[in-house]
């Protein structure tokens, strides 16, 4: 292809590998930017960078010296970045402005409230004087959330104003830019989550990626199954894709994969809880290519260059439908790692399990409740919906982290 893609990530992430490994598989020299404390070299780009993923001047820099004809941001703290790196040198990508909406959560409330989707009250705040005089303009349930941050991190629901103080010095903490987002907690929130990776190129957006999301209920907040495939009635098909797709075209966005989280409230309305501006976490693009057969990291390379065959090949093509589960491996008790234990009769359905750092034995773990990534994660290729269902049912029996004793 004789192409140069610049990708940037806020560490050695799965994502920033894959994407580097199918641009290798398809002749696109690589550049690689990684933090400065991490060995750049692992990342396996024709070259690499140690820079700070937010630092937009010194990323354009590098982009112009390196040439480049396509840039992806994999991470939260650097989808900007290479947002305003494209719209500077003329490259495919998305308005800086509609991915700033996407990544700050109060400015994303705002976003849905101009696109007429279903939204709660809220409303950001760094000073907590400022929080105890507008909280009492809100209804209790409420939700603590850093504006600028991923994963889940520093989350905490409220019943009451009793711990106020010790959530918000918790989001602060984990937000970006000390900014804390607090809204009206939907209190149907199920412990089930309509979860997708969509793709946007144009008008046009590819829906293979979505699955459902099942959380433990000690833990409401912290994603650990992913189960495909989704059956909806066509009601509910409509509502969620009439919602994200308003919310999209009122923020600009017009490539890209992005990651979209929400659930149905009682009356039905797909509640939007985030719309990251980058692929989900862990191993989420192999899942579905296991699932629908789509390689969405082959997808996000080749548009990101301006090469549209890839697209061109899968849009019309009849998908797979694979029944799937993943499982984020935490323990529910802090300690040293032993080994992770999966049953062997349900052995022959794993697909791949992925080691994460610090979940190797001899690794000291925290439990679940801290915030902290899984030990790992198993993926599973299932024979029949009844067989994922059983399985997904008794999961914490049939998969766990054996500690040292």
């Known amino acids: 292809m004789n192409k140069t893609i610049m990708i940037i990530s806020s560490s050695l992430d799965v994502r920033l590998l894959t994407a580097v490994k199918e641009a290798k598989k398809l002749g696109i020299r690589t550049v690689a930017c990684v933090r400065e404390e991490d060995d750049g070299s692992l990342a396996n780009a024709d070259i690499y960078y140690n820079v700070n993923g937010k630092d937009t001047d010194k990323l354009l820099s590098i982009a112009k010296k390196e040439n480049i004809d396509g840039i992806l941001g994999v991470w939260d703290k650097s989808a900007l970045s290479a947002a305003i790196i494209a719209d500077k040198l003329g490259l495919a990508g998305n308005p800086p402005d509609s991915i700033r909406a996407l990544l700050e959560k109060g400015h994303f409330r705002r976003l849905q409230k101009e696109a ?65 987002c607090v809204e009206e907690f939907i209190e149907d929130s199920p412990l089930l989550i309509l979860e997708s990776d969509i793709f946007v190129i144009g008008d046009d957006i590819i829906w293979d990626g979505m699955h459902w999301d099942h959380r433990f209920p000690e833990t409401p907040l912290r994603p650990v199954l992913a189960a495909y495939p989704v059956t909806l009635d066509k009601n509910r098909e409509t509502e969620f894709k009439t919602s994200v797709k308003k919310v999209l075209q009122t923020a600009g966005v017009r490539l890209g994969e992005f990651n979209v989280e929400g659930f149905f409230t009682k009356e039905g309305k797909y509640f939007i809880i985030e719309i990251n501006p980058r692929p989900a976490g862990y191993y989420s693009q192999e899942e579905i290519e296991l699932h629908c057969g789509i390689n969405l990291s082959k997808l996000l390379v080749t548009t990101a260059v301006g090469d549209m065959s890839y697209y061109d090949e899968i849009k019309n093509n009849k998908r797979l439908r694979r029944f799937v589960l993943s499982y984020a491996v935490f323990s529910f008790s802090p300690g040293i790692v032993d080994h992770i234990h999966i049953d062997p009769s349900i052995q022959c359905y794993l697909s791949a399990f992925h080691i994460f750092p610090g979940g190797n034995p001899g690794d000291h773990i925290e439990d679940i409740h801290a915030d902290n990534r899984p030990v790992g994660m198993a993926i599973f290729n299932l024979p029949s919906e009844e067989v994922l269902t059983k399985i997904r049912l008794n999961i914490r029996e049939l998969v766990y982290v054996v500690l040292m004793s």
């Open 116 to 180: 007429g989707v279903f939204c709660p009250n809220a409303f950001e705040t760094n000073s907590t004087k400022k929080l105890t005089e507008k909280i009492a303009k809100l209804r209790f349930p409420i939700i603590m959330k850093p504006v600028l941050c991923s994963s889940s991190f520093g989350q905490t629901v409220l019943y009451n104003d009793n711990e106020l103080i010790p959530a918000f010095k918790k989001a602060a903490a984990h937000s970006e830019n000390d900014v804390v």
